[in-house]
C-alpha cells in the first residue's frame, strides 16, 4: 500500500493549472522519484481578496497538506505563509520576489 502526501496548491488567478497537474502526475507516475507514495495534489484558484485567501489556506489546512505550493504575488504570498506557519507548514513560493518575506524569525517555514 502506498502512502499519501497531500500538497496543497493555490494558484491566484488560475493560470498554471495545467502546469501543476503534469508535475503531480509526474511525480504520481514514476515510482523512482518517490517510492510508494502517491501524491495528492489539492489545487485551489484564488482571487486577490483576503477572506477568500484565508478561507483557502484553512480548507487546505483542515484536509491534512504537509506543504502549500502558492503561486500569486508576494502579497497574497505573505498572508498564506503567515496562517500556515502558525501550523508548522511549510509555503513553497517560486513567485514571491518581497526580500520583506523572508524574515525567518516571522515565517521560518515560508521557502522562496
Known amino acids: 500500500d502506498n502512502e ?13 493549472r495545467n ?3 503534469f508535475a503531480f502526475d509526474y511525480l504520481d507516475t514514476n515510482d523512482e522519484i518517490l517510492p510508494n ?9 484564488i482571487d486577490s481578496k483576503p477572506i477568500t ?7 487546505l489546512l483542515s484536509d491534512g497538506v504537509s506543504a502549500i505550493i502558492v ?6 504570498t505573505e ?18 520576489t518581497d526580500p520583506m518575506l523572508k524574515n525567518m524569525k516571522i515565517r521560518p517555514y515560508l521557502l522562496m
Open 19 to 21: 502546469v501543476y497537474e
Open 37 to 45: 507514495i502517491r501524491v495528492k495534489e489539492l489545487y485551489r484558484e
Open 53 to 59: 485567501i484565508s478561507k483557502t489556506v484553512l480548507d
Open 71 to 76: 503561486h500569486a504575488p508576494s502579497y497574497h
Open 79 to 96: 498572508q498564506v505563509a503567515n496562517i500556515a506557519n502558525q501550523k508548522q507548514i511549510p509555503v513553497i513560493a517560486p513567485t514571491a
Open 4 to 16: 499519501e502526501l497531500h500538497i496543497g496548491v493555490i494558484d491566484h488567478g488560475g493560470k498554471f
